[in-house]
């Protein structure tokens, strides 16, 4: 069966330090995999998707970077944190018409 | 217009009674319709998925699905506190692979 993992569940981070967020996928080949990040009371914005190794599509302009190192491995990054970017973060992943399966987010509070 | 539409609520329910979430939609050419239960500080989680017109039902659940008004729906029966959550429609719009276009959300409350 599926899995995805996704850590780490919680996070208090200074504004201005670096953000490494990981997610990874068991049991599938090629999955799509998505960043997702959800404000306080919000819905779900999405932040990047990927089809494939490498390949990486921004929905939103923002100090926010991800990558695709391996097939089943998603990242999300930034050099510098911004008060802004407090807020639950979600990975997931898609085959075909399915829908999505999420992870189990990250909180991520900037102070 | 948003793409993808639902009341925010709160919808407050008296435990027992049918919970009615509705949801709209702005792409007629939209194929595959979700409903994820969120609990709040969760992830969502998929409850319900409906590709066709009609109803399609899963235990409590029941989706309903009309293309033809560009709407979707979500009926729970016999409604538990235990589903008082944030209920989000997804739908998967024409010719955008697997992506999934979210609403804003619905919160539903079920008082004992």
């Known amino acids: 069966s599926q899995t995805i993992h996704q850590w780490p569940a919680t996070l208090v981070q200074p504004v201005g330090s670096p953000l490494s967020l990981e997610c990874t996928v068991e049991?599938?080949?090629?999955?799509?995999l998505y960043w997702y990040r959800q404000a306080a009371g919000r819905g779900l914005q999405l932040l990047f998707y990927s089809v494939g190794i490498g390949q990486i599509s921004s929905e939103v302009p923002q100090n926010l970077s991800a990558s695709r190192p391996q097939d089943r491995q998603f990242i999300l990054s930034s050099k510098k944190l911004l008060l802004s970017d407090s807020g639950f973060y979600l990975c997931?992943?898609?085959?075909?018409?399915?829908?999505?399966?999420f992870g189990s987010g990250t909180r991520l509070t900037v102070v | 217009q948003k793409e993808v539409e639902q009341n925010s609520g709160p919808l407050s329910v008296p435990e027992g009674a049918i919970a009615s979430l509705n949801c709209t939609y702005s792409?007629?050419?939209?194929?595959?319709f979700f409903w994820y239960r969120q609990y709040s500080g969760k992830s969502p989680e998929l409850i319900m998925s409906?590709?066709?017109?009609g109803d399609k039902e899963d235990g409590r659940f029941t989706a309903q699905l009309n293309k033809a008004s560009q709407y979707v729906s979500l009926l729970i029966r016999d409604s538990q506190p235990s589903d008082s959550a944030t209920y989000l429609c997804a739908v998967n719009r024409n010719n955008a692979g697997n992506m999934l276009t979210f609403g804003g959300g619905t919160r539903l409350m079920v008082k004992p």
């Open positions: 049991g599938t080949s090629n999955p799509n």
């Open positions: 409906i590709y066709s017109n």
């Open positions: 997931a992943w898609a085959r075909d018409s399915y829908g999505y399966t």
């Open positions: 792409d007629r050419g939209s194929q595959s």
